[in-house]
């Protein structure tokens, strides 16, 4: 299968995602939450987060967090990448432990840095795609790390399944797709769910983690990978006619 763009959901939708453009309603968001600066509750690597009626509106609008309704009000559910996104990118948050003692943002690094290893290169991907108004969310349905839609989920398909590949002195740290079988599976899979395989290499000159500092040292390689079709490349073969075909 070869995707060809935007799949939307419904008639109209693209003009309502167009009319609603994502960079507007995170900076409303931004500015919805800064002034008040709520509270987030951290338990693990998951945040909950009591949200206003305004702040929870658009926090559904942005697409982050998952929305768990509970007596009290509204209730957003915040993985790690999310959290210290609103935490640090947006900086309109703040986030405690159960006990109600406030996280220095050094503390909430080394938390998430030590929960999973992996987490300055997720993160750095996380609010690279953010920072040019895609929509991320978890992959892992899809065996990738991230899924990026267009604008919000409930108006377009995910566009691309993501995968994040860390990398040291420009050599891959991670053994995923190392082997031919494991990209083809990749490729397979996300074919197989009308996603363009996206791949996200971040390296850093530096090995030093131990700082929120250090991000500034990561970079973003973007590298779309997708399926050869032989049948497009054969001698006499009719693109046009092919194309008609599917």
């Known amino acids: 299968m070869e995707l060809t763009g935007p799949r939307w959901k419904g008639k109209g939708f693209a003009d ?37 009626p305004e ?34 990118g947006l900086t309109c948050i703040r986030i405690s432990r159960e006990d109600g003692t406030a996280m220095a943002e050094s503390v909430l690094w080394h938390h998430f840095c030590s929960q999973r290893k992996t987490f300055p290169e997720l993160y750095k991907a996380y609010s690279h795609l953010r920072s040019k108004n895609w929509v991320v969310r978890s992959g892992t349905q899809y065996g990738a790390d991230f899924v990026a839609y267009r604008h919000h989920p409930a108006l377009v398909h995910a566009e691309y399944a993501v995968l994040v590949i860390p990398e040291n002195d ?14 083809c599976c990749s490729l397979r899979l996300s074919g197989s769910v009308a996603k363009t395989l996206l791949i996200l290499y971040v390296s850093s000159c530096s090995r030093d983690r131990s700082s929120v500092c250090s991000l500034d040292e990561f970079t973003v390689e973007e590298r779309i990978i997708r399926r050869w079709i032989p049948e ?15």
């Open 16 to 52: 309502t995602a167009l009319a609603n453009p994502m960079s507007e309603i995170v900076s409303r968001l931004r500015t919805s939450l800064s002034p008040s600066m709520p509270n987030a509750l951290l338990s693990g690597c998951i945040a909950l987060l009591d949200a206003e």
């Open 55 to 88: 702040a929870a509106d658009l926090l559904e609008r942005a697409s982050i967090g998952q929305n768990i309704t509970t007596f009290g009000g509204q209730c957003f559910q915040l993985g790690p990448v999310e959290s210290f996104y609103l935490y640090h």
């Open 170 to 183: 420009g050599k891959a740290s991670s053994t995923r797709l190392s082997a031919w079988p494991d990209l």
């Open 232 to 246: 497009r490349s054969r001698e006499g073969k009719c693109l046009a006619g092919d194309d008609e075909a599917q």
